[in-house]
């Protein structure tokens, strides 16, 4: 008796519909982030173009055009006029994006951590301080740095003093806001603990809190920093021009006749650069930082 041996075919496995759907979408996701990416730095394109290009060159008439003659006159124009304001701009934002990330650590940490009676009120009144807006400040802003300079025997108004004071009051809501959402985050057993250890407020501030500070410190520094740096209206009214930081000088840089187009593009790209290295050394804890808390607090 012959045993007859059945060999079955191999079964194929059938295309799957979902993932071919899928591959179409990340496909059409591409193209848009792709198209969207061209979109935004076509701007950035024309900036770059133009400040290469000489004067005889520099029109808008022919922006998207490569410069015929490569040059860097533009630059050295651009760096001559700006100097005096991104030196000024870098006193008023370096400190004073330090001291408002100081002050907004310690008032978080107090608010959420070590809180007395009354600490929503007080922060809610905190609050109130992010809707009051610049244009509805400006006259007794000028009129209180002029009493109070006048008060403490030092010159706060006309100089970078003042505008570094000006700015560190006004981000004390918005700073208070992001250190007390991340603070909210650290387990409060970690601060029992160390109150049973017989650390009091500061010692735990130093030892258990700043050591986890990192994401909140950067968006507080981003945020105050490129604040500072881009600020014009603060600077217009509380500074004289031996005290104008980037954005009065950028302000500044146009021609009697004709405009400078190419030595315009150059300083708003040489303006642009401190915020850009910040956020590059800093982006990285931003999202972090700015959403902890988020559903917590």
Not at 15 to 25: H, K, M, N, P, Q
Not at 248 to 273: D, E, K, R, W
Request: contains cysteine.
């Amino acid at each position: 008796m012959t045993a007859e041996v059945v060999q079955k075919a191999p079964r194929v496995a059938p295309v799957s519909r979902a993932g071919g759907r899928g591959t179409t979408a990340r496909w059409v996701r591409l193209v848009l982030l792709v198209l969207f990416v061209v979109v935004f730095l076509l701007p950035v394109y024309v900036l770059l173009v133009t400040s290469f290009k000489p004067l005889s060159e520099a029109d808008p008439a022919q922006a998207w055009n490569l410069p015929q003659v490569w040059t860097t006159e533009a630059w050295s124009v651009a760096w001559e006029k700006l100097e005096p304001g991104i030196v000024n701009s870098v006193l008023l934002a370096v400190p004073g994006s330090l001291i408002s990330a100081a002050l907004g650590s310690l008032n978080g940490y107090v608010l959420s951590k070590w809180r007395f009676p009354g600490a929503d009120v007080v922060f809610t009144l905190f609050l109130f301080g992010m809707f009051i807006p610049y244009q509805g400040v400006m006259i007794p802003l000028v009129q209180l740095m002029v009493n109070l300079g006048d008060t403490l025997g030092v010159s706060l108004y006309g100089g970078i003093p003042g505008l570094v004071l000006a700015h560190v009051v006004y981000g004390i809501p918005i700073c208070t806001l992001i250190f007390r959402n991340y603070y909210v985050t650290i387990p409060d057993e970690l601060i029992e603990a160390s109150r049973v250890d017989g650390a009091g407020m500061l010692r735990t501030l130093w030892s258990i809190v700043l050591p986890v500070s990192g994401p909140a410190f950067a968006v507080v520094i981003i945020w105050q920093f490129t604040s500072m740096w881009n600020d014009f209206l603060f600077a217009v009214f509380l500074t004289g021009p031996t005290s104008w930081p980037t954005t009065v000088m950028l302000n500044n840089i146009a021609g009697a006749v004709t405009t400078p187009y190419s030595q315009q593009m150059a300083a708003a790209i040489l303006a642009s650069i401190p915020t850009m290295l910040i956020y590059l050394l800093l982006g990285r804890f931003f999202m972090r930082g700015l959403m902890a808390g988020a559903l917590k607090g």
